[in-house]
Every structure is written in C-alpha cells, then in structure tokens.
C-alpha cells in the first residue's frame, strides 16, 4: 500500500531554492479563503499587460515563473496576452487559479502557453471545498475542462481542519479522485501564518501538523525542526500513481544571502518579495 518516498535534494527555503517569479497579475477575486497569502497584499488596480511582460522579460535569470492573482481567470483576456508574451522567453509557466471558471475553450486555449495548471483544492468534497473557497467549484466541469488539456494539472491544497478527521482515508480518497479528474499531482501544505495579515485565532484553530496527517500511511518520516531545514521542508513522494508534494513548516527563520524569488505586480513594478500593506514581507517568515 505505501511507496517508498523520494528523497528530496533541494532545500526550499535557503539559497540553495531555485529563482522563482511570481506574477500577482491582477487584484480580483470570486473567492475568500481566510488562509489566502494575497490578504493585505500591494494590489494596484491597473493591468498594465505590456509593463508586465517588459518587468518579466528583463528578469533573464528567472526563468521559473508562477502567475496568481487575484483569479487571473477574471481577466482571462489579459491572461492570455500576458501569456503570449512572455513564453518565448521562459522555461516553465505555472499558472494557478481555483477553477471556478475552467472550462474546455479556456483550456485550449492555454495548450502551448503554460507547462501547469495549478488548482486550488481543499477537498474532494464539492460542496466542503466551496465552503473553504466561499465560491461555488464545480468538480464536474473542471474534469471535462481537463479532457483537453496538454499541461500538468495539480490540486493546491491547505490541510485544515475540515480534512482532519478524514486522514486515515484522505489521501487515498484523494489519489483516486484525482485520477477520476485527470489530474498529475497534488501540492500540500501546512497553513502559512503571516503575522498579521493572517487572523491569528483562525490559524490557531485551523492548523494541521502534516506529519500527524500522514503517519499512519508511513509515506514521510517524522523529522524535527532542525532535519527538515538541513534537508529542505517538501516531502516528495509517489502514492498510488500521483505525485505528493507536501509542505511541512519547520519553524526556522533564515534570511537568504542569495535573492530566489521576485514578485511582478500587475502595474509592471517590481519588488524582491510580497508587499504587504506597503511593506516588504520579512523573508522566510
């Protein structure tokens, strides 16, 4: 039943994480998870795709580059300019989004332009996963939407509460809805607190160690704080056919000596990390 892990080389919060850019290419949204990283972020209200794709393309190191938003679906118009725009000069695009307006056309139409759809995925409850996202997801056309797809597909999940008492079954349950939804893989994560752009009591209620989440399948190994920093903080593992990418927190504060990540924001300004409230985030919080 369990699969052996795959070790995983690459620390994820250190220098040794690779350059990553993140394209924050507009400030709407449909949905209002509590646990959303974009709460309180520099959200400027123009869409400038042009300045965008001149901020992105000048950034040749970065060739990794992630777009959120937002919903980027809500100005898939954009999206797709922007797109267009910067493929030619990049090696991997990761678009994200929490598939509340996927469908068959759109998805052709993204053929070419990214190399994975990430989709926001709490549960593999509809109506438990609307909840989470506060906007209606409809499972059942995002598995036709992915029919045509020539991309990765991956859920993004928080582990919360609303997962807890399903975890001797959940990613089992999990590993079959994916293959019944067409999707490669799955991205886990312990919920991130911000400091204050996060509502402390709700993280407090909502928080979910992933290795108590996981034990009794044995896929990962319990590790205190100072293994998983030496090691990086993402088990990967393979269950079942699909990909695990699983997030565990290990509390250390490190500030890199080497900048990996940059933020894009949708006016084309630039900032070497998420600015919140017209202050830079600390890094590695």
């Known amino acids: 039943m369990n699969e052996k892990i795959i070790p995983n080389e690459i620390c994820h919060c250190s220098d040794k994480k690779p350059k990553l850019l993140q394209i924050k290419m507009n400030n709407r949204c449909n949905g209002n998870c509590w646990f959303c990283i974009d709460k309180k972020n520099y959200s400027p209200k123009v869409i400038d795709v042009d300045k965008m794709i001149e901020s992105v393309i000048s950034e040749t190191e970065y060739q990794v580059i992630d777009v959120t938003g937002g919903e980027p679906f809500l100005d898939f118009g954009s999206l797709i300019e922007l797109l267009k725009g910067i493929r030619p000069y990049k090696k991997e695009i990761i678009l994200n989004t929490n598939g509340s307006l996927l469908t068959e056309e759109k998805v052709t139409q993204l053929n070419g332009l990214i190399d994975e759809l990430r989709i926001a995925l709490h549960h593999y409850d509809e109506n438990k ?92 190994e319990k590790k205190t704080s100072e293994e998983l920093i030496k090691t990086g903080c993402i088990d990967i593992f393979n269950y079942k056919g699909i990909e695990f990418h699983l997030k565990r927190l290990c509390g250390y504060k490190i500030k890199s000596n080497v900048q990996t990540f940059k933020v894009v924001y949708s006016s084309g300004e630039k900032a070497d990390d998420w600015v919140y409230d017209g202050i830079a985030i600390k890094k590695h919080p």
């Open 129 to 220: 996963n609307s909840e989470i996202i506060k906007t209606k997801i409809n499972f059942k056309k995002i598995k036709e939407s992915l029919k045509k797809k020539k991309f990765k597909a991956t859920f993004n999940m928080v582990i919360t509460k609303a997962i807890e008492d399903e975890k001797e079954i959940f990613v089992e349950k999990l590993a079959d809805f994916c293959h019944d939804m067409n999707v490669d893989a799955v991205r886990m994560s312990e919920v991130k607190y911000v400091g204050e752009n996060h509502g402390h009591e709700e993280y407090d209620k909502n928080h979910v160690r992933a290795y108590e989440f996981f034990e009794k399948l044995g896929v990962i």
